[in-house]
């Protein structure tokens, strides 16, 4: 089969469906998108909200809670130990397939009904307020995390301790502000660090100790700025910059155009790959458009894949399976569509929080169920039988949404049945839009108006070093920067306008002698999210033009980079990168 080049549904853009994309399209016996996959990504992700969190009461055992949902949400919500017990039946919200209506009218009547979990947390300790998260430990407002202690404001981290506010980061111990970074210890401000200790400010630096504003170091210890200096010129420029807030913020400026002017920037971030594109990739095999991927093999628009996912198309989240598509948090599961939040899934199509499922349809809640349609149970003849009706009968009968947007058998839940916002969901983190655009494109938007808290103190009142700061901070309500400076900007990431500073935080902050944050939690994670590149890839030629024995004159070798190409960094192919950095 050619190539065939189709006009997106959103966005009315041209997009390419590739033979071997028709290939996959098949084995998964399903037809053809007829969204871009730039517009398919924001669709799945409006599905998954990780940050918004709201106080509520369990709708079944009546206990305080907290969750995802909305205590005006239209479906019960259960705590964990209600949700995962025998205390309710999940076939009894069950419901006869009317053919004479839409698939997924139905199923929004379906989500009405039944109850949902309140959070996606498992074997968590004294880490209430994390969400999508495994094996915490005295952990706050970690989310997409597991298997860390002592951790807060950060999103995936794995195998962590005692660090805050970081972004992908697994193996280390005692960093702040740490980004894409694995390994480390004591590192703070830094970002693409590997085995890095005692150290701020190093980007793409591997096996450093004592170093401060470094790029492309290897193996180095007591350097400033690429250069060696005496151990007590180290200890004297760190404890001076890393003290005082002041100093902080305009050394960190000073590095970001630093790194930006004179570092290299390796055009794949990926270590043992054969035929790859995307960033982060690890150990893959015929894997593109993967971002955040390790040991994925045939897969295609991934984002955030561990464990070996294999066969995949359209995914955020799934791990450990194969022959998924168009998911979001699925994991050790085979042949599943159009799915959200799961395990052990087998020859499904349209389920949301389901484990250990097989052969199910359009269905909500269930665990260790077959044959099932909209919750209700059938023998397995008359399940095959209706599945391909409901097929062919979603593909005669469309869902059409407010934007005039058709949802036949083949594409993902419609974005304005989710029970989020689009900017309380991490489609806002990787696919930003203004309210504005949201409206156009008619996606829903939550409103973010003026919090009912008042501030008892504005972010610059408080003090240049943390030296200064005693006990009675952690009774003030501090105003945000971010919202003081731009309010209407401040919005669109979700800015919750005032914090307070938790005693854990404070004495991490202490033990460090890092001064107080000015911004509140959610800013703090969007300032960390746009350090990196966007999940996209753009045609660029190599930037090399150093005498290597690969070439002379300017580098001809031309690949996919999450670099723009009107980006100012120098960004160099694999080759050249080898020989210049590593």
């Known amino acids: 089969m050619n190539s065939e080049t189709c006009n997106c549904q959103n966005c009315k853009n041209e997009f390419i469906i590739e033979p071997e994309d028709f290939d996959f399209y098949e084995k998964m016996k399903v037809p053809a998108p007829t969204w871009c996959w730039k517009c398919r990504f924001p669709r799945r992700l409006v599905w998954r909200n990780e940050r918004s969190l709201y106080k509520r009461t ?12 909305k205590a005006e949400a239209p479906f019960p919500v259960y705590c964990h130990e209600c949700w995962w017990s025998d205390n309710w039946d999940q076939l009894k919200y069950g419901r006869e397939y009317d053919f004479s209506k839409n698939f997924f009218e139905q199923f929004a009547l379906l989500q009405r009904e039944v109850p949902r979990p309140a959070l996606y947390a498992s074997q968590n300790v004294n880490s209430d307020y994390c969400n999508h998260t495994a094996r915490l430990k005295d952990c706050y407002l970690m989310f997409g995390s597991w298997f860390s202690e002592n951790c807060g404001y950060s999103k995936v981290l794995s195998e962590c301790k005692d660090c ?11 960093c702040l502000h740490l980004i894409d970074s694995n390994k480390c210890y004591k590192t703070h401000y830094s970002q693409n660090c590997t085995g890095c200790a005692d150290s701020a400010f190093l980007y793409d630096c591997r096996n450093c100790q ?54 290299v920037h390796r055009s794949l971030i990926g270590e043992h790959n054969v035929n790859v594109s995307g960033n982060f990739i690890l150990e893959a095999k015929n894997v593109h458009y993967g971002f955040m991927v390790q040991g994925a093999e045939n897969a295609k628009y ?9 066969d995949t198309m359209d995914t955020y989240g799934v791990n450990a399976g194969e022959l998924g598509y168009e998911s979001v948090n699925i994991d050790f599961s085979s042949m599943c569509r159009f799915s959200l939040n799961g395990e052990n899934h087998s020859d499904t199509n349209y389920l949301v929080d389901c484990f250990s499922v097989e052969n199910c ?16 149970q059938y023998d397995e003849n008359t399940y095959q039988e209706m599945k391909d009706k409901i097929i062919a009968q979603m593909q005669e009968k469309p869902y059409i949404d ?3 947007r ?87 990431h979700n800015c919750s306008m005032a914090f307070k500073i938790t005693k854990d935080e404070l004495g991490v902050y202490r ?72």
């Open 511 to 582: 033990k460090f002698g890092i001064p107080l944050p000015r911004k509140c939690p959610n800013t703090r994670n969007f300032d960390n999210f746009q350090l990196r590149n966007p999940i996209n890839l753009w045609h660029r030629q190599c930037m090399c033009d150093k005498q290597h024995p690969q070439h002379t004159g300017k580098c001809s070798n031309e690949f996919e980079t999450s670099y723009a190409s009107d980006r100012k960094e120098i960004v160099y192919c694999e080759d050249c990168y080898k020989a210049e950095v590593a």
């Open 406 to 492: 058709k949802y036949g058998y083949g594409e993902f839940f419609p974005l304005e049945l989710s029970p989020f916002a689009y900017n309380e969901t991490i489609a806002q983190e990787y696919s930003p839009i203004t309210k504005k655009q949201a409206e156009e494109l008619k996606y829903p938007w939550q409103e973010t108006g003026d919090k009912e808290y008042k501030p008892t103190k504005k972010w610059d009142e408080l003090p240049d070093t943390i030296m200064e700061v005693d006990d009675s901070i952690l009774k003030e309500i501090i105003l945000c920067e971010a919202w003081d400076k731009d309010k209407e900007k401040a919005k669109e």
């Open 164 to 174: 805050w506010d970081c972004w992908s980061v697994d193996n280390s111990e005692g």
């Open 302 to 310: 991934v984002t955030v894949a561990f464990k070996g996912q294999k």
């Open 361 to 376: 349809f359009g269905s909500i809640s269930l665990n260790h169920k077959k044959y099932c349609i909209l919750n209700k």
């Open 58 to 69: 369990c709708s079944l055992c009546n206990k305080s809670i907290i969750s995802m949902f």
């Open 402 to 404: 407010k934007a005039g």
């Open 210 to 263: 004592n170093c401060l504003f470094c790029y492309n170091l290897r193996n180095k210890s007591y350097h400033i700025f690429n250069q060696p200096v005496s151990k007590e010129e180290f200890m004297r420029m760190k404890d001076a910059t890393l003290s005082s807030y002041t100093l902080l913020e305009k050394r960190f400026l000073e590095f970001r155009k630093t790194i930006r002017d004179k570092a």
